[in-house]
């Protein structure tokens, strides 16, 4: 017993899982990288966003347009003064060059300024993709690693509690313990072997959630190092990060742009009220065949440069309806940007709360680890000089399964959240992964 809670109070080495040297979290997060599904399509929307620029540019820079035709005509001419009918067939051609340079558009102009502020939008989004993989990845690779010490636990459990079941009985049959103690520890050794399943098969699923992310079942993880310490968020003061997290969090910096494009999409409508001006020039090149009533063909050259000036009188309120409709859209979007600042204050906040007082939950039950175990050792002894039941060495041994759980997990619930915290900043990346990672030992 002694030996199987000291294995679980290590939470397990790589050289005691199948012998072999585990994966960590660094190269898990790298093999997301390519292989991760949603992270792909948040790279390929970012790329399609960045097409957004060039297409606002375009409004404001010149178009040249090219057309050409070529005709066969079959022509009947009837007279009306007795002349008689003629037919004739010929061919025309047709070539035009036509060059376009806006003066005064704005709402191109706008248009181009709204571009800028969409791929802004589009940057913050991947980053906060990249972030989301990262706390993804870390939370499924914890998840695996917490699964397993449940299972280890869970055998642990059933182990001890199979011991306290034959003792039991063996008590029960020489008179020294009575029925209600062999039917207590038959109760806790099948609701162990219950919990036992439970646990392989969320393990299961646990790995399948990995296996999502990375493409491919995942093999022996690197486990959490026995020299871990927790430490405090650097700075240590709630404030600071929740500033931070105004300033720079991605998520704020999406809907900022947001709100400036619906802004500048108001702006866009009115324009709509504006007239346009427009550098024009032109090249024409026609041929006809002979035909024409017998006529010869003819070349035709036109060639012209102008202004050209369209003033909007009335379009049926068009304009001012998409006015109002921009308006509102601007609304919305300064509403969604408040709230996503406050989503992300409150992020911060829980994430600080959960980091700081996570250190101090790991301290505290790394003491009720020594005080469990302490008083599995003196309950059982107590029982071997009859001061203590059956029952009190099951309650012991459960109590010091349980504290052993909550120790895990509080442990990988403080290292999510140090993430957490960073991602609520926008700080989050890859050095913080590696950061995590030297917590681990293969």
Not at 19 to 45: F, H, K, M, T
Not at 52 to 72: E, F, V
Request: charged residues 15%; glycine residues 6%; contains cysteine.
């Amino acid at each position: 017993m002694h030996n199987i809670f000291r294995l679980i109070g290590g939470l397990a080495v790589c050289g005691m899982l199948d012998g072999a040297c585990g994966a960590d979290l660094v190269s898990i997060y790298r093999e997301a990288l390519q292989a991760d599904a949603v992270y792909a399509s948040a790279r390929a929307s970012l790329q399609a966003g960045n097409e957004k620029r060039p297409q606002g540019l375009s409004g404001i820079l010149p178009a040249i347009t090219l057309s050409a035709n070529t005709q066969h005509n079959d022509r009947d001419l009837q007279f009306r003064n007795n002349t008689p009918a003629t037919n004739s067939q010929f061919n025309s051609n047709g070539l035009t060059v036509t060059a376009t340079q806006p003066l005064f558009r704005m709402q191109n102009w706008i248009t181009y300024e709204q571009s800028k502020n969409q791929v802004s939008q589009s940057e913050a989004v991947f980053l906060q993709a990249q972030q989301d993989l990262i706390i993804r990845v870390a939370q499924s690779y914890f998840d695996v690693l917490l699964a397993e010490n449940n299972v280890t636990l869970a055998a642990a459990q059933r182990v001890a509690f199979a011991e306290q079941l034959a003792q039991a009985k063996r008590n029960f049959e020489v008179g020294t313990a009575t029925i209600t103690d062999s039917n207590d520890a038959q109760a806790r050794h099948d609701l162990a072997v219950s919990q036992e399943i439970a646990a392989q098969n969320d393990l299961q699923i646990k790995k399948g959630v990995l296996q999502q992310i990375i493409g491919r079942p995942p093999q022996t993880l690197a486990t959490l190092s026995s020299r871990f310490t927790p430490a405090l968020p650097a700075p240590n003061n709630l404030d600071s990060w929740i500033e931070q997290a105004r300033l720079s969090s991605l998520q704020v910096r999406a809907a900022r742009a947001a709100a400036d494009i619906a802004t500048q999409e108001v702006s866009k409508n009115r324009s709509g009220h504006l007239p346009s001006l427009d550098a024009v020039a032109s090249y024409s090149d026609s041929a006809t065949g002979s035909g024409v009533q017998g006529g010869p063909g003819f070349d035709s050259t036109t060639k012209f440069i102008g202004l050209q000036l369209s003033m909007p009188i009335y379009l049926g309120g068009l304009t001012n309806s998409r006015v109002r409709e921009a308006l509102a859209n601007q609304e919305k979007a300064r509403q969604d940007l408040e709230n996503t600042t406050r989503t992300v204050e409150l992020n911060s906040r829980s994430a600080f709360l959960g980091a700081t007082n996570g250190v101090a939950q790991i301290k505290a039950l790394q003491a009720a680890l020594v005080s469990s175990q302490s008083s599995l050792d003196s309950t059982k002894l107590g029982q071997e000089v009859g001061v203590r039941t059956q029952v009190d060495v099951l309650n012991a041994t459960q109590q010091l399964i349980t504290t052993r759980r909550d120790y895990a997990q509080a442990i990988y619930a403080y290292t999510i959240n140090v993430l957490k915290l960073k991602a609520a900043a926008g700080t989050l990346g890859e050095d913080d992964v590696i950061t995590v990672n030297q917590w681990l030992e293969k």
